[in-house]
């Protein structure tokens, strides 16, 4: 069984459009969280949500909104693509974030 | 903001070799994560070190966690091909409403040649 699963697993969209990516985990976890992996392969946070707080990481344009229908979904949607937000994105979740289980990426190519 | 910074960001040796990887910051941690990520996947949890100057052991593999929990490193004895990946260490920082966050280094890339 899939721990922490993510859709699509490849995103091919041009600039402009509006996008989402899904995550569900089957953990059990109650903090879900959103990466963006650049090409050099850094790992940097974009939003950590439980069901009592959203933490947003201050450099991420507002164009990026996670949605979470309840605790096993955090989707991420994202408007106006730009070339810019190509990149690999994972879901992860964990339990009060001592250990953080990874989705297996969305990688997001805007053309 | 808080920073990791881990070296080498590349290493290629042969196999059979030893190898050390470094995480350091100047930032404290209440616990530091080591993963491996491999192509087309995503990062697998391969330890937790709580303690300051904790020592746990996976197989081949060492993780020391600095006696102020600035810093860890990863030990590879007798590295073998199946040991290639991205090797990440991430420091863990409250972040308040019960949660924690981490902070990812920017990754060493291991080669291990036949």
């Known amino acids: 069984d899939t721990a922490v699963s993510q859709t699509p697993k490849y995103l091919v969209t041009q600039m402009g459009n509006d996008k989402s990516i899904k995550c569900e985990q089957n953990?059990?976890?109650?903090?879900m969280y959103w990466y963006k992996q650049d090409s050099k392969k850094f790992l940097k946070i974009m939003f950590s949500?439980?069901?009592?707080?959203?933490?947003i990481n201050e450099t991420v344009p507002n164009r990026f909104s996670p949605k979470s229908p309840d605790k096993a979904h955090l989707n991420l949607h994202i408007n106006s693509l730009e070339l810019g937000d190509s990149a690999v994105y994972f879901c992860a979740s964990s339990r009060q974030g001592r250990e953080q289980y990874f989705g297996p990426g969305t990688r997001l190519t805007v053309t | 903001t808080q920073l990791l910074e881990q070296s080498p960001q590349f290493l290629s040796i042969q196999e059979g070799e030893n190898l050390t990887v470094y995480c350091n910051s100047s930032s404290v941690f209440s616990s530091l994560q080591w993963y491996r990520q491999e192509p087309g996947e995503g990062p697998v949890l391969l330890v937790t070190v709580v303690t300051g100057g904790e020592v746990k052991k996976l197989k081949r593999l060492t993780f020391q966690f600095g006696d102020a929990r600035k810093d860890s490193s990863l030990h590879i004895t007798a590295a073998q091909p199946g040991d290639t990946g991205l090797y990440l260490c991430?420091?863990?920082?409250?972040?308040?409403?019960?949660?924690?966050?981490?902070?990812f280094g920017k990754g060493t890339k291991l080669s291990v040649i036949p």
């Open positions: 991430a420091g863990s920082t409250y972040s308040g409403a019960g949660s924690y966050q981490l902070t």
């Open positions: 949500y439980n069901n009592k707080e959203l933490i």
């Open positions: 953990l059990g976890h109650d903090t």
